[in-house]
């Protein structure tokens, strides 16, 4: 059997422990899942007056906001995801069950694999969970089929970036706790996007920052593909994040795997 057939083997095999290993901490599967819908619903029925306010010059009505609002939310999901992630690999790397593979005779890639599509694939079961219910309160999505198309494929990528990162930083985290401090920022970088209100609304100094920073981008290309909305140079901004940070997370987190010694 050639070695990308043995790769191939064992990260099917890592995966579905990954998947089955989820089953044993509902917790936080559950918290992973419930945050961002709790922040939908938060911000539709509590703060959608004051927040619609910065919508279409403060003419915007709940459906509106909904509408503005769905594609950011979905976009802190791939965010809150990630920090699951992160947690998981610490956990791997601080139990032992990490330095038992390394005896064994398996591809050492199909570890990091295993976690990565892993967590892809339950990132978009939750996507698809956040999705629904935005359409069970009033979102209204305008895209054809390729552009549906599309939007998938944004998410996958932004998804596999995000989990690459992730993944690091659950390898540099001394603990799962503190695995899950580092990862943080990549759930609290969509609150200073353009998820809730648009970047004209925003200060000035802080204007820029919320612009090209990576979820901004990736928001206003998923609006453009459901809502029909101008993409302008956003598109190629996300496509640039999504390629530079998968690149940089898969370097950093290989490199750390391969020299970490198991805590």
């Given at each position: 059997?050639?070695?990308?057939?043995?790769?191939?083997?064992?990260?099917?095999?890592m995966?579905?422990r990954?998947l089955l290993?989820?089953r044993?901490y509902p917790s936080?599967?559950?918290?992973?899942l419930?945050?961002?819908?709790v922040?939908l619903l938060l911000?539709?029925?509590?703060?959608?007056?004051?927040?619609?306010a910065?919508i279409?010059g403060?003419g915007?009505?709940r459906a509106e906001y909904?509408?503005?609002l769905?594609?950011g939310?979905?976009l802190?999901?791939i965010g809150?995801?990630?920090?699951?992630?992160a947690?998981s690999?610490?956990?791997?790397?601080t139990?032992?069950?990490i330095a038992?593979?390394r005896?064994?005779?398996?591809s050492?890639a199909s570890?990091l694999i295993?976690?990565?599509?892993g967590?892809?694939?339950?990132?978009?079961?939750?996507?698809v969970?956040?999705?629904g219910v935005g359409?069970a309160?009033g979102?209204?999505?305008e895209?054809t089929v390729?552009?549906?198309?599309?939007?998938a494929?944004?998410?996958t990528?932004?998804?596999?970036?995000l989990?690459?990162?992730?993944?690091?930083l659950g390898l540099?985290?001394p603990?799962p706790?503190?695995?899950s401090?580092?990862a943080?920022?990549l759930?609290m970088?969509?609150l200073?996007?353009?998820?809730f209100?648009?970047?004209?609304?925003?200060p000035g100094w802080?204007?820029?920052?919320?612009e090209?920073?990576p979820f901004?981008?990736?928001?206003?290309?998923?609006r453009?593909?459901?809502?029909g909305?101008?993409i302008?140079?956003?598109?190629?901004?996300a496509i640039?994040?999504?390629?530079?940070?998968?690149?940089?997370?898969f370097?950093?987190s290989?490199?750390?795997?391969?020299?970490?010694?198991v805590?």
């Amino acid at each position: 059997m050639s070695t990308l057939s043995l790769t191939v083997r064992d990260s099917s095999t890592m995966l579905r422990r990954n998947l089955l290993h989820a089953r044993r901490y509902p917790s936080l599967t559950l918290n992973v899942l419930l945050t961002p819908i709790v922040l939908l619903l938060l911000f539709v029925y509590v703060f959608g007056d004051v927040m619609s306010a910065g919508i279409s010059g403060g003419g915007a009505d709940r459906a509106e906001y909904i509408a503005y609002l769905v594609p950011g939310i979905l976009l802190m999901t791939i965010g809150g995801t990630s920090v699951g992630t992160a947690v998981s690999v610490c956990i791997d790397m601080t139990t032992g069950i990490i330095a038992r593979f390394r005896t064994m005779a398996i591809s050492r890639a199909s570890v990091l694999i295993g976690h990565v599509v892993g967590s892809v694939v339950q990132t978009l079961m939750a996507l698809v969970l956040v999705l629904g219910v935005g359409l069970a309160i009033g979102f209204r999505p305008e895209a054809t089929v390729v552009e549906w198309i599309a939007a998938a494929g944004l998410l996958t990528m932004v998804s596999l970036a995000l989990t690459w990162i992730a993944v690091g930083l659950g390898l540099a985290g001394p603990t799962p706790d503190g695995a899950s401090n580092n990862a943080l920022p990549l759930m609290m970088l969509p609150l200073l996007s353009s998820a809730f209100v648009p970047v004209d609304a925003m200060p000035g100094w802080f204007r820029w920052f919320a612009e090209y920073q990576p979820f901004s981008p990736a928001i206003e290309t998923l609006r453009g593909l459901l809502l029909g909305s101008r993409i302008g140079d956003n598109g190629w901004l996300a496509i640039t994040w999504c390629a530079g940070l998968t690149v940089l997370g898969f370097l950093w987190s290989t490199a750390q795997f391969n020299r970490e010694p198991v805590r």
